[in-house]
């Protein structure tokens, strides 16, 4: 055996000798070989695969036993009453109307045009000229569009025009195409009629016209459009709640590029600033504004706010709200479709959920039955009661501590009083049998951790919040907590 092994066996040996000398607590004689071997067993088979094992199972028992608690326990939603105006993102469908009339052209031969569409002309302006034998100066007049150029602004507004229609169009209505290239060739046709104006009075002068040449003169003085619709000359009376959902009339232009015939319209004109808007609303707009006058509104999502006068209309089962203006009607005199947002951020108050809100129902008694007694610190109810045995008659004292008035009656609480009580009041002989029952709105608080009915008064509502009224007595305050759907919410009932 070489040296190194000699000496590693007397090692142990010497090793094993002193282990000889130690005695367990038991008596036994302790070996250093038995200890080892059974430390090394038991840590050897603990490893990081057998630890991530039983964290692993510890996550899943505590998951469990959390929705566990989630299932079985009451789920109450919470919303925190915030003081806000109520925001009406909802936009309604709408029909333009206003006092416009076609104007047919009294002469049948070539037609040009002087006035810029959408532009207001006086009384006795040149609106058109028809050459009846299509001569020189119809001739000359076209000669000298062909030599009209446009101007680096012109060009710089007709390219602007092109790039937000294309940054607006989405490929899904292919009706809009033919609306813009209206609306494009009556740029263009504005861009050369001002130019064309004055070619005519240069020929007229140089002796150029002939007797079939004929310039028509506005009989009234109003905005002149080139394009009309089948809806031309439409009052609130023809309109209905199918007519406004059917939005895909196109215009069509009344520009002619060469012969027209006489009793063929030529242009439209409005000659009254006022104009009205009829919306297609819902019934809750429809009572949130029956005494409602002003309003303001905002067209086709656009920022300036618009003020007009609302009337109502209600046409079966349909409700329609017509907004009468008197402004900006030359900036939507080729629209007929739009769409309108009205503004109440005036109206401001505590906003909540329409699904908050419930009724409740109360007894009611007039006011005049309440008696008053200083000595027990305000008003009392006296409730009659007779006794079969002896025949008598007394009087139980009943002392709301809260309830709400109208200014006619007082709204007791179901539990205060019982259906059939006669109340009275000595003072003055009235005696009131408890019957009937009225209904309050309301919302359920839980501030006190069960809930509460609480009475809210209204004032608008859209589809999805409601502003109630600030400071009411007894009513919701800023930050309260309510049940988020009353109908899941039983009063009295403590939340967990």
């Known amino acids: 055996m070489k040296p190194a092994g000699l000496f590693l066996k007397a090692m142990r040996r010497d090793r094993d000798q002193e282990n000889d000398n130690i005695v367990n607590i038991d008596g036994s004689r302790f070996t250093g070989t038995g200890r080892n071997r059974y430390s090394k067993g038991l840590l050897s088979r603990i490893t990081p695969e057998h630890i991530g094992a039983a964290v692993f199972l510890l996550v899943f028992i505590y998951l469990c036993i959390n929705l566990y608690i989630y299932a079985t326990k009451e789920q109450v939603s919470i919303y925190e009453v915030q003081a806000q105006n109520l925001s009406y993102d909802r ?13 047919s052209s009294g002469y049948s031969g070539y037609v040009n045009y002087y006035i810029q569409n959408g532009r207001k002309c006086a009384k006795s302006s040149v609106v058109y000229s028809v050459d009846a034998s299509g001569s020189n100066v119809y001739t000359a007049l076209n000669a000298s569009l062909e030599d009209i150029s446009l101007s680096s602004d012109e060009i710089r507004k007709i390219k602007s ?5 294309m940054k607006s169009y989405n490929g899904a209505d292919l009706t809009w195409t033919e609306g ?16 064309t104006l004055a070619e005519m009075d240069r020929l007229s002068a140089s002796g150029n016209s002939s007797s079939d040449f004929h310039s028509v003169r506005s009989d009234r003085s109003g905005v002149i459009s080139y394009t009309a619709d089948s809806l031309c000359g439409l009052d609130a009376a023809g309109i209905d709640a199918d007519l406004i959902k059917n939005n895909t009339i196109q215009p069509y232009s009344l520009r002619k590029t060469g012969l027209v015939s006489s009793g063929e319209p030529v242009y439209r004109i409005c000659d009254n600033e006022e104009w ?13 504004n029956l005494e409602t006058r002003d309003v303001t509104v905002y067209i086709n999502g656009g920022v300036t706010p618009v003020k007009g006068q609302l009337k109502l209309l209600r046409k079966d089962s349909d409700y329609l709200a017509q907004i009468i203006l008197d402004e900006y009607m030359s900036s939507y005199m080729d629209t007929r479709f739009v769409s309108i947002e009205f503004d109440y951020e005036d109206e401001a108050g505590l906003k909540i959920p329409r699904t908050a809100i419930t009724q409740k129902g109360y007894y009611i008694v007039p006011l005049t039955v309440f ?18 045995a002896t025949g008598a008659v007394a009087y139980e004292d009943i002392y709301p501590k809260k309830y709400y008035s109208d200014g006619y009656y007082a709204y007791l609480d179901t539990t205060l009083v019982n259906e059939g009580d006669i109340i009275c009041n000595p003072d003055t002989g009235e005696r009131v049998k408890i019957a009937t029952v009225n209904y309050l709105d309301g919302v359920y608080c839980v501030n006190k951790g069960y809930y509460v009915f609480t009475r809210i008064e209204k004032l608008r509502s859209n589809d999805e919040y409601t502003i109630v009224k600030k400071g009411t007595k007894d009513g919701l305050r800023l930050y309260d907590h309510i049940a988020l759907n009353a109908a899941d919410a039983v009063e009295g009932k403590i939340i967990y």
């Open 91 to 103: 936009s309604y469908p709408a029909v333009c109307i206003r006092d416009e009339q076609l104007v």
């Open 161 to 165: 025009d092109i790039s937000g229609a």
């Open 180 to 195: 813009f290239k209206t609306s494009l060739v009556e740029t263009l046709y504005d861009y050369v009629s001002r130019n």
């Open 276 to 288: 009205s808007i009829v919306a297609l609303v819902t019934e809750d707009f429809y009572i949130n």
């Open 371 to 388: 008696s008053a007694e200083e000595g027990a610190g305000g008003y009392v109810l006296k409730r009659e009661t007779y006794d079969a």
